[in-house]
């Protein structure tokens, strides 16, 4: 189990089974058909044992390892250990379920496209997973997640400008080229070569300018472990489509943003527009993971995915922000009113409950 797991009740301890079932046989659709490699850390074994069991109950061969065995933390680059590993196995479904640590980016990049080009693996993508998130955002209904995500991935994919506004004083535009692909990410991953989060919901793309303040009230990569749910949030200007200046009472994140985007080529630049489709979120926990797929917006500086997106520029490093209740106007049509879809506009069911 994880390491918290002597202060957890029976009840989330079968909570987070259900997030692992979930996982494996909802999300990846693993058969008796399938070899499944996943690849956990010492913090998250009992998540990977999890997924493992759920995993060999459905059916597939498994193979559950720690990163530890083939390298000491932070791991920058994919081992060769592990690389052989992978292909004397041949997995068809992986998952990474581990913690995150300081300039792992770089590693996790480098494994996901290895397991993507080498393998033509399902892979399911879990970094800083935790028994909350194995409780919460891995037991979202994910056909109603997929119907949204579809639904508002239908609308923004032609989109040319979105605005977004909060209370709390963002307002942002963003343009968008159509040469630059949006990624749905239904959490349904059941096609060789097709990757996710877990927990999903979201549909991304890389966009064209982007033009004002964001108000967030989380931070990405291990940003989201050191200072989880920001009590004093931060504001971002954007100018040029670059984090040109950070505003917070919090001047140990400032200066350790500061630094982390400073310390790449194009680690300021906004790589990614993102709009999160979970409706079973209603809350940040302070774990990106799970709350960047909170129905709202979240940017990331640096890293556009450029095999997904098909942008024309990269960089080594990602950091994403979330702000909060979000009103989304998409070519002038709003879609998100203060963090609540406009299901009717969208042409969905909306949610029980």
């Known amino acids: 189990m994880p390491t918290d797991a002597a202060h957890l009740t029976f009840n989330q301890l079968e909570a987070m089974r259900a997030g692992a079932r979930i996982a494996a046989r909802l999300c990846m659709g693993i058969t008796a058909a399938d070899r499944v490699f996943i690849l956990t850390d010492r913090i998250t074994h009992g998540i990977g044992r999890l997924l493992s069991e759920e995993a060999s109950e459905a059916g597939g061969e498994v193979i559950l390892h720690d990163l530890e065995q083939y390298a000491e933390r932070p791991v920058k680059a994919l081992p060769e250990s592990l690389r052989a590993e992978l292909l004397k196995f041949r997995p068809t479904v992986t998952f990474y379920a581990a913690s995150t640590q300081p300039g792992e980016i770089t590693f996790r990049n480098g494994l996901r496209v290895f397991l993507l080009n080498d393998l033509n693996v399902r892979h399911a993508h879990m970094p800083g997973v935790t028994s909350q998130v194995m409780q919460e955002g891995m037991r979202a209904d994910y056909r109603s997640v997929a119907s949204v995500t579809t639904a508002v991935y239908d ?23 159509p040469a630059l692909r949006w990624v749905p990410c239904t959490g349904i991953y059941h096609r060789a070569g097709q990757w996710g989060n877990l927990p999903e919901g979201e549909t991304y793309s890389c966009p064209k300018t982007v033009e004002g303040v964001l108000v967030v009230h989380m931070v990405g990569d291990y940003f989201s472990e050191r200072y989880g749910v920001l009590k004093e949030p931060l504001t971002i200007e954007i100018r040029n489509s670059v984090a040109v200046a950070l505003h917070s009472s919090n001047r140990a994140l400032v200066d350790e943003l500061n630094a982390y985007m400073d310390s790449a080529e194009n680690a300021r630049r906004v790589g990614e527009f993102g709009i999160g489709t979970n409706i079973g979120l209603k809350r940040l926990v302070g774990n990106l993971l799970q709350d960047e ?61």
């Open 155 to 177: 609308m923004v994919r032609i989109a040319e400008t979105i605005h977004v506004t909060t209370p709390d004083g963002a307002d942002l535009t963003a343009t968008f080229d």
């Open 293 to 353: 797929k909170l129905p709202g917006i979240h940017v990331a500086f640096g890293n556009p995915y450029p095999a997904e997106t098909g942008a024309l520029w990269s960089s080594s490093l990602h950091v994403d922000v979330v702000p909060l209740h979000c009103t989304i106007s998409v070519d002038g049509e709003t879609i998100m009113k203060d963090g609540r879809f406009d299901y009717e506009l969208l042409g969905v069911a909306p949610p029980r409950g």
